[in-house]
T-cell receptor
Framework: ETGVTQTPRHLVMGMTNKKSLKCEQHLGHNAMYWYKQSAKKPLELMFVYNFKEQTENNSVPSRFSPECPNSSHLFLHLHTLQPEDSALYLC???????????????FGAGSRLTVL | AQSVAQPEDQVNVAEGNPLTVKCTYSVSGNPYLFWYVQYPNRGLQFLLKYITGDNLVKGSYGFEAEFNKSQTSFHLKKPSALVSDSALYFCAVSRGDYKLSFGAGTTVTVRA
C-alpha cells in the first residue's frame, strides 16, 4: 500500500448517472491531485488542491466536479459523463503543491471508470 | 509550455541485458525531471529524480538516469534487466512547481 487509497477501484455508469470517486491519503501531505490516464496518452492533470484550496483546474469540463473537505480527502463528483470520459482516474498526494520543484507524488491505484 | 516525449511505445529486452528507456523534454528554464513506474493494476511509483548536480542519478531497484542538457534528454537505464522490471514507465518534467507534465509511457517487457 502506498498510503493513498482510492475507492471504488472499478465503476461502470450510464451517461445520466451521478457518482463520486473518493481518495484518502494517510501520509500527512498537504497537496492532492486528480489525473486522468488514457491508454497511450500522457497523463492529464485535472485538478490540484494545496492546503485544501484549489490551485489548478486544467480546463476540465464542468461534468467533473472536485471537492476537498480537508487535506486528507479528495473527491471527484461525476455527472452526465460521456463515453470518452472512460479512463483510469488517479489520485496523488505530495508534501505540498508549491514551488518546491522536488515534489514527489505518491499515487493511489486508481479508479477504472467505464461510461456506457 | 512544457512537454515530454517518450519515442518508444514498447521496449523488449532479454533478462540480464541492459535496459534503456528514452525520454526527451521541452521546458523553459531549468528542468526538474522524474521517472515513475506503473505495475499492472497499480498507481505510479516514483523511481528517481534530477533537480541539480551530478548528471547521473541513481534510484530505486537498480535504475539510474542520465541528464543531458545539450540533447534535452533524460534516459532511464538499468545494466541488467529482470523479468520483474516489466511495467509501464513514465518520464515527467516540471519547471519547479507542482505542474508535472508526463509522457505517454513506454511499456517494457523483459523476457526470461
Amino acid at each position: 500500500e502506498t498510503g493513498v487509497t482510492q475507492t471504488p477501484r472499478h465503476l461502470v455508469m450510464g451517461m445520466t448517472n451521478k457518482k463520486s470517486l473518493k481518495c484518502e491519503q494517510h501520509l500527512g501531505h498537504n497537496a492532492m491531485y486528480w489525473y486522468k490516464q488514457s491508454a497511450k496518452k500522457p497523463l492529464e492533470l485535472m485538478f490540484v488542491y494545496n492546503f485544501k484550496e484549489q490551485t489548478e483546474n486544467n480546463s476540465v469540463p464542468s461534468r467533473f466536479s472536485p471537492e476537498c473537505p480537508n487535506s486528507s480527502h479528495l473527491f471527484l463528483h461525476l455527472h452526465t459523463l460521456q463515453p470518452e470520459d472512460s479512463a483510469l482516474y488517479l489520485c496523488a498526494s505530495s508534501q505540498e503543491g508549491g514551488a518546491t520543484g522536488a515534489n514527489v507524488l505518491t499515487f493511489g491505484a486508481g479508479s477504472r471508470l467505464t461510461v456506457l | 509550455a512544457q512537454s515530454v516525449a517518450q519515442p518508444e511505445d514498447q521496449v523488449n529486452v532479454a533478462e540480464g541485458n541492459p535496459l534503456t528507456v528514452k525520454c526527451t523534454y521541452s521546458v523553459s528554464g531549468n528542468p526538474y525531471l522524474f521517472w515513475y513506474v506503473q505495475y499492472p493494476n497499480r498507481g505510479l511509483q516514483f523511481l528517481l529524480k534530477y533537480i541539480t548536480g551530478d548528471n547521473l542519478v541513481k534510484g530505486s531497484y537498480g535504475f539510474e538516469a542520465e541528464f543531458n542538457k545539450s540533447q534535452t534528454s533524460f534516459h532511464l537505464k538499468k545494466p541488467s534487466a529482470l523479468v520483474s522490471d516489466s511495467a509501464l514507465y513514465f518520464c515527467a518534467v516540471s519547471r519547479g512547481d507542482y505542474k508535472l507534465s508526463f509522457g505517454a509511457g513506454t511499456t517494457v517487457t523483459v523476457r526470461a
